[in-house]
């Protein structure tokens, strides 16, 4: 298997692009998600992949011969992944030094949350970034003259200017990025193995939901950061109260994939009593990776409310989100695969690792869902012709096919659910309330290109600061206030509004019942906070989310785009332009749980386009959708009855004066007793009016159109405001 | 003039009854409004043994509180109380400056009560179906037009009057011309003649037409204004006098002689007073070019709006007879329509000295 990979990388390294797939489906047979033993991935799975290579190999016709076979073969050797993954570290998601800062960040944290989900602790996490540069600059200008010389040399390399004393890193430079946790801990043992080898980990052999899924992460981003400032991992852990903590330093060998421990210290005091920190020194770009940063966290924030995460930065103040509720989620069964998403080799696999003497007690003891009726089902459309045994499916072909076509065609209960753990109605909402509250109270003093709401909310702050303001004091003084038109509603907030630092959102979430794609269960969930202080007339902030982890890049080529995109949104009082992002004051929240979430690369930044979950997601959406227009509707009707109360008002005085006038009686009483009217008719005119104005604008058109063109086209104006907004598009 | 009195009286107390009407509503805590008959084409009937146009039943409620509504019912009192007002001070005025007198800015707004005259019109006859009094009833005129000459004198609020003698304008049709304004004193005419612009009028007064035919020959501008209207009907129906319309060959022109006939949509509500259902079409016919030898090169070509008008009018129950469904269907087939002035081409005195004396010896009319 190793063979062609080095042909690929030697002889057409400028386009790896096009054979990656072929590679990494080696890595991670994702489709199936068969169990696979240990070390199959790099380079163990020789045996069903025999036939193929010899396929894969034909020899380049070229005119004049330059080297022969024996020749070629001396350069010809495995390369192990951490090589294979030192060359092409883009896909793993350190394509550069503001995305590689925001990878780190998001391996440690993803692999935190693991950890505390499955021990069962209510995670507390720490994330901080350092900025070497910035230090080292306020270091020297502490201690002037001393030892300025290799001070500068380690900290800031050549990257920032030496007169940026106190300034933050400018472009690339070297920074610290510490995650710490309150989780279980880590085994002194397996330490080394599980910073400082690629593909080693607890979560790629088993059904499970979980965000981590093949154990390449965390040593990734320690083999980047030794990359590119030679530094090693240091780790810090304790499992317990009576046990010691331990500081590691890893290196890897990326030839061997193999960990290579420079320190091993026992510390005597650690502030955690179980827990692990995690640090690494990377070249990192924070003045363009901070955003990225700074969404992953909140979003992190967002999609566990379970989770109280901490997030400091080079030179602002410690920011943290506190957690939301202090129920864990459910915890995530381990299942078996479903039959029917299991593909040809993988069942041959599996057939050659199962202990069962014949096939009935394979497929009942492989695969979820199969009773021994169905199993005897599947043996019928099988229609073998004698005693067949799992050994001799996994030898013959011929045999393992005609299995595998009965298996598609036997119908089959779907997979069970338990193994998915959904964020929940209740709490998506509560992430959702907190989420908000902090973005809306707490803006770092920054500068972000506007795409993110930390950045948005410092913006607001900045430059509508006089705005704000105007809008806080009828919060205080006068009735509710919705924050973006400003038109009253009733005292009490309407159910599913939450009124959030003087701003009303309005907050609805939808969990559809799980499904299943190519025999992975899957369950899409839906939230959506809409009004408050969010831009009108922006498209939406669409927030992704893959079992609990936030997805940062590609949203053009994600799977859950597609789906809210093609959702027509404009069913639900909301515009949207053709083709793209439905336009206003609303953030949607989409997540998307899996035992196997169909990922388009490595680096987790995309769902792939799977019909099933993108209609799963559609009617998500759409359920949302509902909720929401019933609530835009409600807010226009209060609107418009506003509206409607001041022409009124507006008309009663002339009204009275002139009925004083006719009868000879003073104008005051009459019009106290319309304003008393006023109150109590606006609601039943409602009705009345629908039923009476077509007979008033419809048949007399001449006659009606003239005077009811002002408050009707105010009418319209509030009952069409969204579509005309689309109109000036 | 004590008759008028008592009718000013009936008028200013249904003025009275209607502001009640709605106070007592409001009082009541209902939401007030005022009943007003459906003026439009739904609601307009033909009735065929009259041969007038008439209002139907049907009636809407206009509500005060009802934001479509409201500004109309603000307005809909405005007038009364403006009517009111003129009524009980015995004076008239038009209808334009009855917008003046009631427009004005709301509150502190930068509304007002009437942006436009256009919005006060409708309601004026809004309160006169509401009220069922005439217009001239809450002392109201339209913007006089129209004028008249013939062998006929007359008593216009107490100053007689010799039709025969008012030089080349002729006299001044005013709005209101019932019989406590206009009396007839004597006459010696043998017809009416309807004529529809002031230049093919003007022609007939100075070629003397009217006196050589006996005739009274009026003009009213176009579509003839009310007092026009109502005073030809007197006319007819006092002095039994025949009328006789003569109007552009265009579906403009063939529509003012159906109000004349069988009254209009808009005032169907007054069709009893206005309409003359024995009103007689003597021209121009779309079979004139051709009977009189008119050339292509008078002829205006029809535009897409003439010719869907033509085809609405195809439908009026009043245009259903044989004669006229021809009349008009020629003319949305020829795609071409003719002003009275083209006839002119023939000779400038042509219309008076020729046509017109052959269309009624030759009884070429269409009823």
Redesign the interface.
Known sequence: MARPAVRQLELVPAEPAGRKPARLEVARPPRAGVPVPAGAGAGGAAGGEAPERAAAAPAPRAPKRRATAEQMAQRQREISISEFFTKNRHLLGFDNPSKALLTTIKEAVDNSLDACEEAGILPEITVEVRDLGYESGLRRAKGQAEEPAPERARGAGGHHPPDARSDLSKGEGRFVVVVEDNGPGIVKAQVPKIFGKLLYGSKFHRLKQSRGQQGIGISAAAMYGQLTTGQPIRVVSRTGKARPAHLFEIQIDTRKNDPVVTRDDELREWHQEHGTRVELEIVANWQQGQKFVNRYVEHTALANPHATVHYLRPKQERLTFPRATDELPKEALEIRPHPHGVELGALMLMAAESRSHDLKGFLGSSFSRVSPAVADEILKAAAFKGRVRPRDLAEDRHLAESLHRAIQATKIMAPPTNCLSPIGDALMKKGLVSFLQVIESEGPQEDGDGQLDLDHATKRRATGASSRKAKVQPDEAGPERAGGSGGPYPPDLEEGVEKIKGHNYFIATVTRPPRVYRGNPFQVEVGLAYGGSWPADKPIELFRFANRVPLLFQRGACGVTEAVVKTDWRNYLLSQPRGSLPVGPMALLVHVASVWVPFTSESKEAVAHYPEIIREIQLAAQECGRKLATHIRKRQHADYQAQRRSIFELYIEEVARALGKITGKSPVPIQREFLRVAEAVTEAELEERSETAPPASGPRPRAEAPGARAPKDASEKVSRNPRRRDEDE | MARMDAVSKRTAQK??K???Q??RA??G????FVEIP??????VRFDPKKRIVQLGG?R????????????????T??V??AC??LVESGKTTSIRDLYYITKHT??E?R?N?FE?Q??SD??I??LEVALDALREELHLFASRKGSMVGPVTIRDSGDTIDLRRMGSGGWAVPSIVEENVIEFVRHEARYVLLIEKDAVWTRFNEDKFWKRERCIILQGGGQPPRGVRRLVQRLHQELKLPVYVLVDNDPWGFYIYSVMKQGSI?LAYESMRMAVPDARFVGLSSFDKDKYQLPGNVAIKMDDGDVSRAKQMLAYPWFKEARWQREIQEMIRSGVKFELEALSRRGISFVTEEYLPRKLKEKDWLE
Do not use: C, H, W
Not at chain 2, 68 to 74: E, N, R
């Open positions: 003025i009275e209607l502001a009640e709605v106070m409001v009082k805590g209902k939401n007030p459906v003026r439009s084409l739904a609601n049907q809407q409620k206009r509500y005060f509180f009802n934001v479509a509504m409201a500004k109309k019912f603000m307005q009192f405005l009364s109380d009111k007002e709301i509150g707004t509304q009560t436009e256009d919005e409708p309601i006859e809004d808009n």
